[in-house]
């Protein structure tokens, strides 16, 4: 699913990060030590994060505040990001 919305727009709010910049993203936002075993794949534009467990299937997706990035603090938006991006990914 990445690879289809590589660094593009979705929606009014959802901005997926470009493949290429994914490592950087997570590590700017420290996700690997803050969030283990979650990836960082986009944003909203407010200052929140759009999450994901690469290792869940469907993988459930999630905001998080970047300056907060604590489990605790994950607002789950959709249950599958396959389906979250067909229906246009509303937040």
Known sequence: MLLGINGT????????????DLLE???????????PGWLTIGD??????????PDKWP??????????????????VADDLDEWVRSGCKL
């Open 9 to 20: 727009s979705i929606g009014e709010l959802a901005y997926f990060y470009a493949l290429a």
């Open 25 to 35: 993203r997570n590590e700017t936002y420290e996700t690997r030590e803050y969030c």
């Open 44 to 53: 909203d534009g407010g200052g929140s994060a759009i999450v994901v467990a």
């Open 59 to 76: 993988t459930p997706v999630y905001l998080v505040g970047h300056c907060s990035m604590s489990r605790a603090d994950f607002v789950e």
